[in-house]
């Protein structure tokens, strides 16, 4: 019996109970809902009390609550306004994955979106290295691209991004996009289950890549981001 079967084996009572919500269309609708309304919030949060913030991390919350709806919301309000009380290894550790999940969840979007969705691909080797490959190119490119804004040469911000993006993108995308599969393998574009497993498997990678990112930021192999109270938005 090789691995993955085992491993498919060990999660199919989960696979039992997550397949027949996530395939329910009344689920997706209510979902979407709660996303615009924490959406809203945090918008509404945004340009009331932290207009400071830049844009870049603006953009990334955005990100992270489209993708994660009240749960993205509740990481930004506990770690990214700057109201709050002090800042910490934990909160920073939060940043730093949302920085990381904002990049990588879009390139799973996209992704599985494209290869599994709209071009109906068959192999699930195919779709599965195309939607890593997506995720580690947006991945990189948030933070190679602030990088170059600031003055760092192009080779020298790869191999930063390289350095420190690299371990919490893999262990983010291995969860997303092997929970995705497991759910939603054979679905296609037009079956709400192509799309509840989506939104279900993002939130999964961040869950396991928030520990990465945190053991990452307490070794210096990553800065974190800025604590948001010292903001002054004069930089991305």
């Known amino acids: 019996m090789s691995l993955l079967t085992r491993i498919e084996q060990f999660f199919a009572p989960a696979r039992d109970v997550l397949k027949p919500i996530l395939?329910?269309?009344?689920?997706?609708?209510?979902?979407?809902?709660?996303?615009?309304?924490?959406?809203?919030?945090?918008?509404?949060?945004?340009?009331?009390?932290?207009?400071?913030?830049?844009?870049?991390?603006?953009?990334?919350?955005?990100?992270?609550?489209?993708?994660?709806?009240?749960?993205?919301?509740?990481?930004y309000w506990y770690s990214g306004r700057s109201q709050i009380a002090h800042d910490s290894m934990w909160r920073r550790g939060f940043r730093s994955t949302a920085h990381c999940y904002s990049g990588c969840g879009a390139g799973e979007v996209v992704g599985f979106t494209l290869l599994a969705g709209l071009l109906a691909l068959e192999s699930t080797l195919v779709v599965t290295a195309g939607t890593f490959g997506f995720a580690y190119l947006f991945g990189y490119g948030l933070t190679i691209?602030?990088?170059?804004?600031?003055?760092?040469?192009?080779?020298?911000?790869?191999?930063?991004?390289?350095?420190?993006?690299?371990?919490?993108?893999?262990?983010?995308?291995?969860?997303?996009?092997?929970?995705?599969?497991?759910?939603?393998?054979?679905?296609?574009?037009?079956?709400?289950?192509?799309?509840?497993?989506?939104?279900?498997?993002?939130?999964?990678?961040?869950l396991a890549a928030f520990p990465v990112n945190t053991a990452l930021v307490a070794f210096g192999v990553k800065e974190g981001m800025k604590n948001p109270a010292k903001m002054d938005g004069s930089s991305s």
């Open 145 to 206: 691209g602030p990088l170059m804004q600031e003055g760092v040469e192009f080779g020298e911000a790869t191999m930063d991004a390289l350095y420190s993006e690299t371990p919490s993108i893999t262990v983010m995308e291995i969860t997303a996009i092997g929970t995705d599969l497991l759910l939603a393998g054979d679905a296609g574009i037009a079956e709400p289950l192509f799309w509840g497993a989506l939104v279900f498997s993002l939130s999964m990678g961040f």
């Open 23 to 75: 395939s329910d269309p009344t689920v997706l609708a209510a979902w979407a809902a709660v996303v615009l309304v924490s959406t809203g919030v945090l918008w509404w949060d945004l340009r009331k009390n932290n207009e400071a913030i830049p844009s870049l991390m603006k953009a990334v919350w955005t990100l992270v609550v489209l993708y994660s709806g009240p749960f993205g919301l509740a990481v």
